[in-house]
Every structure is written in C-alpha cells, then in structure tokens.
C-alpha cells in the first residue's frame, strides 16, 4: 500500500464555512437524557434539486468536528457525478445538535438571557441528534429519504436514523464507524475530555467565549489526530525528519515534523471549535449503544478500512451480522489503504465505486 | 487469545519503593546535547551476589516510569528461580538520569543552591543514561555484564549499552521496544507532553514542588495509558460497564468503568512523578536513532508482542536484522499474547522461558 502524499490535504477537515448555510427553527426538544431545549435551530446546506416525487433526498451526516459543508468534507464523494451526485440527488448536510457550526450547542445564546447556554446546555443522545434531522426533513416536506450517509459519528447518526424512523430511510451508507464504543474509544474520548475539564480555564464549562479552555482543547485535538492516522501513515508523512532544520537543537520545544503538525492542528482546532462542542458531542456518541436493528427497514453497505484501529472493521462486520439479523439486506466491504481512520475522509476512489454501486440501485 | 483479570494488578507499575535503595557519587557529567550536571547521584538496588570472578552481573532497565526497584514492576521475571535468578545472579537496578527516584533529575537540588533544577536540568539522551550506569558498575568493580534487560525505554538503553560499552555486555534481552521512536510513537509522547507544557501550573518548568502541572501530567498519564493496553484488553478489562451503577447518570462526570481507571491511574500519577521528569525522558527517548549495531559485540533476544501496538512486531524484526547486520548472534520471538504493550511487564511465563533459556546458555 503506497501513500499518497497529496491525498492529505488540510481542507478534508477543515472544509471553509457554507455560503449558503440555512437555518430551520424547529421548535422545543424534550431530550432522551432528561433535559429540555426551548428552541432549538438547525443549521443545514442543500445541493442538487428535490424531484418532483420528493424521494431523490440523501441526509449527510458528518463526523464528529464537521459541520453542514458536506460537499467541503467529503468533496470525494458529494458533487456532480460523484457517488452521492448532486445532479440526480438533493443532498442536505446538517450540523448536529450540540455542534457550533449554526445549530443549537452550548455555545448557543440560552433564549432566558442570551448569554450563552454552556453549563446549562443538556446531556444529548443521538436520538435527539436524530430527532432534529428528522424535524428538518419533515420541515422539508420530505416522506421518504433516498439513503442516509456518514462516517465515524456521522455513521453512527446514519444507523440511529435507521432504527429511530424506520420506513423513512431506504438506505444507510455507515463508513468506519460501529453501534457502540468499544471501552477503547471510550478510553480515547475521556482522554481527550479530561484535558478540557482539567483546565482551569473550562470553569465549569462556563468560560468567556473569548478565553476558554484552548490549552485542554488543543490538547484534545492532538490525541484526536493521533488516533485518526495509522501508524504507516505517520511514518509515510513525517517518518523522523525534523522541522526545518538538519540537527535537533536539544530543547523541549518542537524538534520534529510529527510534533510541529500535532501542535498546529491542535492550536488551529481552539479558533474553529467549541470546547463544550467537544464535550457534548463525545458523550453523546459514548453512551450511543444499538443492540439490535431490528426496528429497522433499511439496506445497508457498511465500510471499513484495514488500518483503521480507532472504528476496527471488526465492528462493521459486526453490524453486518446485525442487520443480517434483522432481515435487513446488508453488504460490508473492507477496503485496504494506509490512510488509517482518516481513509474514510480521504478514500472517494474505492468507497466512491462502492457507494455509486449501492445508491444505483 | 484468553484474557487473565488477575494479571492486571495495580502493583505492576507501582511496586512500592525499595527499601534497600543505595545511592553513589559519580562525579560530573558532561551531556551529549551541550549541557553539564556538576554532580550525578545515581540511586540503586541489587539484589543476589556478585561472585568471586564478578561476571555474574546483570542490569536491569526501567520504562518510562519505572524506578530502581527492578523486582518489584518485574516480579515475574526476577527473584530466586525466575528468569532472572536473583540465585545464580547479581541483579542491578538503577533510576534513569533525569528521573524522580533517587538519581539525579530534574526535581533533584541544584548544587548551587539547593532549588530544584526544574528548568536549568540539562536535555540528556539515552547516551547519558548509559554513561551514568556504566560508572556504577566501575564502582561496584564490574568489568563485564552477564546482562542487560530492559523492555520499552528500557529496551532501548540496553540497546544503547551495547554499542556504547562494547565488551562490556555479553548479553542484551530487549523486549517491547525499537532502536528508533516511529513518527507515531514521538507523536503521543507529544501530546503527552504538551498536556504539561501548556497546563499554566507548568510555568515554563519552575514550578513549586507541591504545586505542579498536576492536570496536565494526570492527562499525560491516560495517553500513556491509551497506548499501553490493547483494544481487546481494554474490551475484556471494562467493557462498556458503567462505574458502580446501572444506568448512566446522564452528565459529564465519570459513567464508565474505563473512564474511573484512566482517571485514576492519571491522578494516581501525579503523586508519584515529575512532570519534568517526564519531559525529560520521552525527549531522550525521541531522540534515539540507532542505524547500526555494529560497535557491539553482545548477543540478543528480542521480544514483541502480537498486540502491541505502540512497539509494534516489526521494530524487533527490524532490530533481529541489524543485529545480524552487525554479525551478533541473535534471535526474535513474537509472543501471542492480548495484552497490548503492557505484556512486556505481565508476561512471566512464555518471556521468561525464551529469558531464562537465553541467559543460561
């Protein structure tokens, strides 16, 4: 398996911001957890048009740091005579409840004070992630969803749509992904957690928006990226080489190129995300736990990449015997690429043929 | 693959400290990067006699965290008739320079005025670590060493003696470790180390002995422990079994038993270590680059361990090939063990035995 180096563009993560970014208010939510939002908005994007049948729809669901720029993200596999073509598709890309890309989150102005909710923002599942798609879609005018799609989270989100409003997803593209964390990525999000919450500058969750907790979050971040790699890919992109210099200059600041690109992610990551984003949107993917698909009426391709240790393929042959389980018409498909997690961003090439063949027909 | 519970013990890498602990007086060191410790203590144990020809010597080398108590964290290896028998051998356990227990580091007082040295501590490489522990043994009158043994860092000074101290090493069991950090592996001691870096609390190293980074290291400690366990033993260990209770209580706070033990274990930590010690050792460690082994004159086993993912199976096949590069006797033995990198400090029997039948011959 060779690398491509070009293939690690900085934008596949960090798409620029939607230019026609739209916003559906969709009234209060009573969440799974217990708590309530007021009123709750919902940012989403749409390409390509409805058809007249109303049935050409694909919901975009997007990973855990994404946001409604689908066609950003995931620009391998969203545009015109891609596999999920907006010329014969309406695409909607959506930010998830309790992101800070436009749909309400605990960076959101609490609607008692307008300050914004932070500590008061409540625990959410993705039941109520899926629940305000579902409202969006029905706001819509939408019965009936061609497919819905996403990768690590956003797969996640992809099978809860499936078991949560079943009859209204034909199809269900799940991408690196599983029906629950193991205690490993537990383990890897509570890491990342604790760097936020250890900060004194997390105060509790309600810091100034201007100065939150960007050391904890940059933090976060790094031990985000080094689960998103494989250990090949880390070494086909920095191997040992140092950061612009010929020898070590034997001090604790940055010495080589890995260390150089942790810290720069980590650092670009505090001016583009929410520390209480993170927090929100890991718990509610940990507590995430699908036993059965039973419920559902769906198809499924499941994907998965051999170097991926973060979302293992393990757990998509796993939801493979699940949705066999549940009568429902399944494939899974293991792709091999050095990219690690991140393949499912990078890969349009292989999971592109894949995902044509399955929304073709 | 079976997972043994009762093999996780807590006092694997937390034996208690040694009550025979000695100290000696090495003189001055000038380091390999520049700088220059007026004087070196360096702090050990033995245990076993040295006999009449004292050729009968091994050093045993401590990981990241580890500490001269050899037979305490390595109980399944060393004592009267394990692999190393502290019966038949004279067993050494040193502190590393630039530790917390007992040999000179960074929280040691500075001779000039007794403060600790916290940022005035010199950048030291594994060079250094060697050059501080063959002193000891001239002091202790020992020419020639049965052995060394070291697994992680520790593999990688025994690797170090070997080429630094030709002659002086008959014999060198290298297990779970490289003769160079991948990219991969400096990038979690980055992040590692940036989680004490960027805690206020580090202030640049200077900070007051009861008052330290105590955040930051405590998060350092659970990407430490992140990359030590293997996802199936983080599977058979936790699980998704919440903490003490049977439904989550839906709030930001421990839920899972997975996040209580890295919790734990990171503020466990914090009462045992120095976070500049910390940052001195994983940039030693970084630094390493052994191309070539042909300076030794010693003889090697090397193990892995099939789950490892943070000393992957292919550094030790890579070391097996310098060694035979070099024309040193040598072989490799991966052991099929779930794990992960912890195996190196848990397996007594299948290590010992290839141990045991290695030193005896």
Redesign the interface.
């Known amino acids: 398996m060779e690398i491509d180096p070009g293939l690690f563009q900085e934008n596949e993560r960090t798409a620029p911001s939607a230019d026609n970014r739209r916003y559906a208010q969709i009234g209060p939510l009573d969440c799974e957890?217990?708590g309530r939002l007021e009123e709750v908005t919902i940012a989403y994007e749409t390409w390509g048009k409805l058809n007249a049948a109303r049935d050409n729809a694909i919901v975009v669901c997007h990973a855990l740091t994404g946001d409604s720029h689908a066609i950003g993200w995931w620009s391998n596999l969203i545009g015109p005579g891609k596999a999920i073509d907006t010329d014969r598709y309406f695409v909607i890309g959506t930010n998830s409840l309790g992101g800070c890309q436009g749909t309400t989150g605990p960076a959101s102005p609490h609607p008692d004070d307008g300050r914004p909710y932070a500590s008061r923002f409540p625990?959410i599942t993705l039941r109520d992630m899926i629940e305000v798609q579902i409202r969006l879609i029905d706001t819509l005018g939408i019965d009936c969803l061609r497919a819905v799609a996403g990768g690590s989270m956003g797969g996640m989100q992809a099978l809860q749509w499936t078991v949560q409003a079943p009859g209204r997803v034909r199809k269900a593209f799940v991408t690196a992904s599983c029906a629950?964390?193991?205690?490993?990525q537990?383990?890897?999000n509570?890491?990342a957690?604790?760097?936020i919450?250890?900060?004194?500058k997390w105060r509790g969750?309600d810091y100034p928006p201007d100065d939150g907790p960007d050391?904890?979050l940059?933090?976060s971040r790094?031990?985000g990226?080094?689960s998103f790699?494989s250990?090949q890919a880390?070494?086909a992109?920095?191997?040992?080489r140092l950061q612009g210099k010929d020898r070590?200059d034997?001090?604790?600041g940055v010495?080589?190129?890995?260390?150089s690109y942790?810290?720069y992610q980590?650092d670009k990551f505090t001016r583009r995300f929410d520390a209480n984003s993170f927090?929100i949107l890991t718990?509610a993917i940990?507590?995430l736990?699908l036993t059965s698909l039973s419920a559902s009426e769906s198809e499924y391709l499941f994907v998965s990449f051999s170097t991926d240790?973060l979302y293992?393929s393990h757990q998509s042959r796993h939801l493979l015997q699940m949705a066999r389980d549940a009568g429902c018409p399944a494939r899974h498909v293991e792709i091999d690429l050095p990219y690690g997690h991140d393949a499912f961003l990078l890969d349009g090439v292989q999971q592109g043929a894949h995902l044509n063949d399955f929304l073709s027909n």
Do not use: C, T
């Not at 992109?237 to 040992?240: A, D, E, I, P, Y």
């Open positions: 957890a217990g625990i629950a964390h193991s205690a490993m537990i383990g890897f509570e890491a957690r604790q760097a919450i250890r900060d004194p969750g050391a904890g940059s933090v790094m031990i990226h080094l790699l250990e880390f070494a992109k920095f191997g040992r070590p034997y001090r604790l010495e080589f190129e890995v260390e942790l810290n980590g927090l718990r940990d507590y736990e240790w293992p």
